[in-house]
């Protein structure tokens, strides 16, 4: 911040008495509180830095599942996929996922036949309509799966997407 | 210049957010006019804010297009709420922005 850290001024720079000194750091830090606490009213929090890569980096849709937490999730009607069948931009294919699993937490686009399939985890507050739409790159025709984390287990629904031209340069 | 384009208009109950980034999304896989590798940088992190509250958190990889897109309802929001939208990339770096919502 705007001060220096104590520790790092030589004994008595300042001239004050240790009292006045640790007063006024104590001040400061005050100071710097209330600081930090405005910009939250002007723009979001700072979003938070974690990262699921074991299961972004993985190689195989499989293994990316494996890292969400289930090697064999089941196989749900309730998990609605809008994507054309056949994409014709596989650098920008259109997708709209809606889960009306009771409880949905989070769901999870995977595209199988992409380098790593993780496109996305879209994890929802309570009350808010678990549904996301987003575009997707797809480097050539086959599955894409949507996996839907609820009530500590996980759901997969499969569509088989055509490409023309395949999206990952 | 913001790299965030946002709208957020009421739809019977819900607000109908929609947002554009502004980002490369390299994969690491594409190579440049020298041939050389353009190394990977995508944004990783997204959450979206409703009156100050996150309603939806977003983890995402290159495997999402260049100059990304991400729509959801917000059930319960008013004309006037804030919406707002932060993302990260792999790099460090950031943005956010906020709109109100609009009546239909």
């Given at each position: ?114 380098p790593q399939p993780l496109a ?38 499969t569509r088989e997407v055509r ?7 | ?8 208009r009421m739809r019977q109950d ?91």
């Open positions: 911040m705007m001060s220096r850290p104590a520790s790092g001024q030589a004994p008595g720079s300042t001239g004050l008495p240790d009292l006045a000194r640790r007063a006024f750091a104590r001040a400061t830090l005050a100071l710097a509180g209330t600081m930090a606490l405005r910009p939250a009213f002007a723009q979001p929090a700072p979003v938070p830095t974690d990262w699921n890569r074991p299961a972004f980096e993985a190689k195989t849709a499989a293994e990316a599942i494996r890292q969400l937490g289930s090697s064999a999730p089941a196989t749900s009607r309730d998990i609605q996929i809008d994507i054309q069948d056949v994409v014709e931009n596989g650098a920008r294919a259109r997708i709209e996922v809606h889960s009306r699993i009771p409880g949905t937490q989070a769901l999870s686009i995977l595209t199988d036949n992409n996305a985890t879209f994890t929802f507050a309570a009350g808010i309509d678990p549904y996301a739409s987003t575009l997707l790159k797809i480097a050539e025709s086959g599955p894409v799966r949507v996996i839907v984390q609820a009530g500590g287990r996980l759901y997969a629904a490409v023309t031209l395949g999206g990952c340069g | 210049m913001s790299t965030i384009r946002m709208s957020a819900h607000a109908d957010v929609r947002a554009l980034l502004t980002h490369p999304m390299e994969t690491g896989t594409r190579r440049d006019a020298k041939g050389q590798l353009v190394p990977q940088h995508f944004i990783q992190r997204v959450q979206i804010s409703h009156n100050g509250k996150v309603v939806m958190d977003v983890q995402c990889s290159q495997g999402l297009s260049r100059d990304p897109f991400f729509g959801l309802r917000v059930r319960g929001a008013k004309p006037g709420d804030r919406i707002g939208l932060a993302w990260l990339d792999n790099r460090g770096a950031r943005d956010s922005a906020e709109v109100a919502v609009s009546a239909a």
